[in-house]
């Protein structure tokens, strides 16, 4: 069984690592995985052509996130 796909179109001057943060918050640890769904993307060259159909596969993204104590460098 394969996972869902979402297809979304790139805009005007997007990169694959901006388009799958914008889309769905996913970062480089997620590239591969939607590599592998979009055979031949990465032969297009680094800057995507606009209307580029891009398949996004369903990725489990962690319902918590982690959060940071807020340092202040100034009172």
């Known amino acids: 069984m394969t996972a869902p796909l979402e297809m979304v179109r790139a805009r005007d001057g997007d990169t694959l690592d901006a388009l799958i943060w914008r889309e769905r918050n996913l970062g480089p640890a997620d590239l591969q995985t939607v590599l592998a769904a979009n055979p031949g993307i990465a032969s297009l060259g ?3 052509p606009k209307g580029q159909p891009i398949n996004l596969p369903a ?3 962690p319902a918590t996130a982690v959060r940071a104590d807020v340092l202040n ?3």
Request: proline share 11%; hydrophobic share 80%; aromatic share 12%.
């Open 46 to 48: 680094p800057i995507l």
């Open 59 to 61: 990725i489990a993204v």
């Open 73 to 75: 460098l100034w009172d």
